[in-house]
């Protein structure tokens, strides 16, 4: 599923579960920082229309996914936390080398915010699947289906822009190194801990 190389470890849920408000305030960032990364693709890349228009509902739909989390966390009677760093994305965002003419740089994101999306709807499904709490299982179901789509969308702007075989081998590659950073991770309470 999703061309992920290595499946998160079952157990992270069990350390998830006891703490939901520190998950929900994780999360909740996680849906600001996507329409941040929407947002980012249009300010840097204004001449591609289609992702334009593209980025332009992402937007929206992340900054709708971001009150659905933050409802949720008001619901509970709890506040939404601070902000944490988040280490995956830092390591993740180190893989290609800096520079490159703009199609490069325009694909190199995309795929970094493909791989994102993947991890992020795994993540989803396995609390999906896993969480005693139905009510929030039920809620990170329906958010699932939309991080899929999110990632072929960004996956198939990759292939578009960029020189097919090219986009194809980097993705490979992006989703071995991907693996090796998970496989030192799922041990927090966070989406992407
Ligand atoms: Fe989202
Ligand atoms: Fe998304």
Redesign the pocket.
């Known amino acids: 599923m999703l061309g992920l190389k290595l499946p998160t470890d079952p157990r992270w849920v069990n350390i998830v579960e006891k703490n939901i408000e520190e998950i929900l305030t994780d999360h909740a960032f996680c849906?600001q920082k996507?329409t941040s990364t929407a947002i980012s693709f249009i300010v840097s890349f204004p001449e591609y229309t289609d992702l334009v228009q593209e980025m332009t509902a992402?937007v929206k739909?992340?900054i709708s996914?971001f009150k659905m989390v933050h409802d949720k966390i008001i619901e509970r009677g709890w506040t939404l936390g601070r902000d944490r760093r988040d280490d995956y994305v830092i390591e993740l965002t180190k893989f290609f080398p800096k520079g490159g003419s703009r199609t490069t740089q325009l694909v190199h994101r995309l795929l970094y915010a493909a791989l994102i999306?993947a991890r992020?709807c795994e993540r989803f499904r396995l609390l999906s699947e896993e969480l005693e709490d139905q009510e929030l299982a039920k809620f990170y179901r329906n958010l699932m289906v939309?991080?899929a789509n999110?990632y072929t969308m960004f996956l198939g702007f990759a292939r578009k822009y960029g020189v097919k075989k090219e986009v194809d081998a980097k993705w490979q590659q992006l989703l071995e190194y991907e693996a090796e950073i998970m496989s030192k991770l799922g041990t927090s309470e966070a989406i992407h801990g």
């Open positions: 849906e996507a992402l739909e992340e996914h999306e992020s939309s991080e999110h």
